[in-house]
């Protein structure tokens, strides 16, 4: 029972993804899960013990608190509500996926994954719909950078489990071959680092410590730069969005700071409990064609606030367990500079991993 429903887990919002159009994509993806969650649970619950253990209650935690502030925030844009689903049902999910990784063998994960490998293919053949104008492979996403972000967070998972180096290699290769086809350079920078990572036993010993500097770096960050942006305005050239002719790069550095000139207008209120859900979409749609932040740590601050930012950020710090559960959250943490924080699909397989590494009691690492 628990492989038939492990896969629907997984599949069916593969095939939502896929059959939805570009802008409704994100809230069936966001529908599927809850509802294939809710689902599963409840068929699991009469035949599995229940534990609520420390992670549960950090993403109870967080659930309790986005139903705070979309409660007590005065603006909240009904039409994003999809976009906090996740985050109030993530305790479920986590629920969810540690009762079905019990007593699921390694076998299964990797056959999985090589079905999906291999219906991405067949994709990346069968029609020039799965590619975008600019020829980038969209796979079973709708964005080649959602997709390529999907696919590392599974081949990571899989990378860990697997003890065969020829499958391995060449899983790698597959993989490598279809990121390429998606054009993501950063999502290949990741993959080197997965790589590094899995079989540099220098670079595996990544203790804790250490990444305690990756949240004191997301921490400081804003406001070194704020600093920056006050004191040597010369060194910035802002560019217009509205020039199409703009590199992505060049697109984003104007979008950071436009952010810090918005942030720099939120009140104390405003920075406590932040602006509402939705909030920063007004001042994207005033001034440009995107209407993508890519950067989510800004929606963080600006739509949820100070307090609830450090939070959330600081619950991922305190699930790690070991080297191998560090490595998952980093992939999700990047993913934050492609506005996916709370992308449903990405929080469902960050917590398919976090379960596997506590059921099957795997030793990379451990950390206290």
């Known amino acids: 029972m628990n492989k038939v429903l492990l896969l629907i887990n997984i599949l069916i919002p593969i095939l939502v993804l896929i059959l939805s159009d570009f802008e409704s994509a994100f809230y069936f993806s966001s529908l599927s899960v809850l509802i294939i969650s809710i689902l599963s649970f409840l068929i699991l619950l009469p035949y599995k013990t229940l ?8 993403f109870l935690f967080v659930s309790i608190a986005v139903l705070f502030l979309f409660i007590i925030n005065s603006y909240n844009d009904y039409d994003k509500i999809s976009s906090i689903i996740i985050l109030i049902i993530m305790p479920l999910l986590y629920i969810n996926y540690n009762l079905l990784t019990k007593n699921v063998d390694e076998n299964f994960f990797l056959g999985l994954f090589i079905v999906i490998t291999l219906f991405s293919f067949i994709l990346f053949i069968s029609s020039n719909n799965f590619f975008d104008s600019n020829q980038r492979f969209l796979g079973f996403s709708k964005s080649p950078t959602t997709f390529s972000l999907y696919y590392i967070m599974l081949f990571s998972i899989i990378l860990f489990l697997s003890k065969n180096m020829k499958i391995n290699i060449i899983l790698l290769v597959l993989v490598s071959f279809l990121l390429f086809l998606t054009k993501t350079r950063t999502s290949l920078v990741v993959l080197i680092f997965i790589i590094l990572f899995r ?9 804790k410590k250490y990444f305690q500097f990756i949240f004191i770096g997301i921490i400081f960050s804003l406001p070194l730069f704020n600093y920056l942006f006050d004191n040597y305005q010369d060194l910035f050239t802002i560019y217009s969005l509205r020039d199409d002719t703009a590199s992505s790069s060049i697109a984003r550095i104007s979008f950071y700071i436009n952010q810090l000139s918005l942030l720099q207008k939120n009140s104390l209120i405003n920075w406590t409990i932040g602006n509402g859900i939705g909030s920063s979409q007004l001042f994207f749609s005033d001034f440009s064609n995107y209407y993508k932040a890519h950067n989510d740590f800004f929606i963080l601050i600006y739509e949820f606030g100070l307090i609830f930012s450090f ?32 992308n449903p699909y990405l929080i469902s397989l960050l917590l398919l991993g976090l379960n596997i590494i506590k059921n099957k009691k795997y030793e990379y690492n451990r950390i206290s």
């Open 51 to 58: 534990v609520l253990d420390k992670e549960y209650k950090y």
């Open 199 to 207: 079989y540099n036993n220098n670079i595996q010993h990544f203790s």
């Open 311 to 342: 939070l959330f950020l600081f619950v991922f710090y305190k699930i790690t367990k070991n080297s191998y559960s560090i490595v998952l959250i980093i992939i999700y943490l990047f993913s934050f500079y492609h506005n996916m924080f709370s």
